[in-house]
T-cell receptor, first 112, second 113 residues
Framework: GQQLNQSPQSMFIQEGEDVSMNCTSS?????WLWYKQDPGEGPVLLIA?????ELTSNGRLTAQFGITRKDSFLNISASIPSDVGIYFC????????????FGKGTKLSVKP | DAGITQSPRYKITETGRQVTLMCHQT?????MFWYRQDLGHGLRLIYY???????DKGEVPDGYVVSRSKTENFPLTLESATRSQTSVYFC????????????FGQGTRLTVV
């Protein structure tokens, strides 16, 4: 089946640093979504992207829908301890039955 | 409260027993999904439903049964639980059609001993 390659798998950063993570695919996607999962909770939607080239911000978070439609990135600026968690990308392939495909997640750790 | 609710939050069951995980939503979203989350695998789709009385298999459906007699409920049943089904299970809904934002419940942590 189709897969999303999400990287990095994990990150250990200092508070205040910027963070960048991305998802890539060999297939074209119509939709890119970014989620955050706190320990013991379900994923929560951060940003949704529906157009190639679209750049969307949500506070300190910025995500872009790649122009090739095969990738997306998420940036977090000036990280804080509550940014800790697992970040997932999800996408809808161009030719699909309609179900989202999820990346395996990026685990973010922030040192105060 | 509005939203999506899963129950129970935690469950321990024995191998071979039948167990049902519940999912209830108050939004009237058409689409509902069941995922399992395991270390190294991310979120894998078990079953989904496009509307009441319409269900279909996802990536890992074996050993699971679903039903959806009402729009708001989407229970997941493990007919004869196995240790490999120890996992965290998430129910989700989608507001619009396929590919729109999915909203997740808090999860059910199931342990099969």
């Amino acid at each position: 089946g189709q897969q999303l390659n999400q990287s990095p798998q994990s990150m250990f950063i200092q508070e205040g640093e910027d963070v960048s993570m991305n998802c890539t695919s060999s297939s074209i996607f119509n939709t890119w979504l970014w989620y955050k999962q706190d320990p013991g909770e379900g994923p929560v939607l951060l940003i949704a992207l529906y157009k190639a080239g679209e750049l969307t911000s949500n506070g300190r978070l910025t995500a872009q829908f790649g122009i090739t439609r095969k990738d997306s990135f998420l940036n977090i600026s000036a990280s804080i301890p509550s940014d800790v968690g697992i970040y997932f990308c999800a996408g809808l392939p161009l030719r699909s039955q309609g179900n989202l495909i999820f990346g395996k997640g990026t685990k973010l750790s922030v040192k105060p | 409260d509005a939203g999506i609710t899963q129950s129970p939050r935690y469950k321990i069951t024995e191998t071979g027993r039948q167990v049902t995980l519940m999912c209830h939503q108050t939004w009237s979203h058409s689409y509902m999904f069941w995922y399992r989350q395991d270390l190294g695998h991310g979120l894998r789709l078990i079953y989904y439903s496009a509307a009441a009385d319409i269900t279909d298999k996802g990536e890992v459906p074996d050993g699971y049964v679903v039903s959806r007699s009402k729009t708001e409920n989407f229970p997941l049943t493990l007919e004869s639980a196995t240790r490999s089904q120890t996992s965290v299970y998430f129910c989700a809904t989608q507001r619009g059609g396929p590919g729109t934002e999915a909203f997740f419940g808090q999860g059910t942590r199931l342990t099969v001993v």
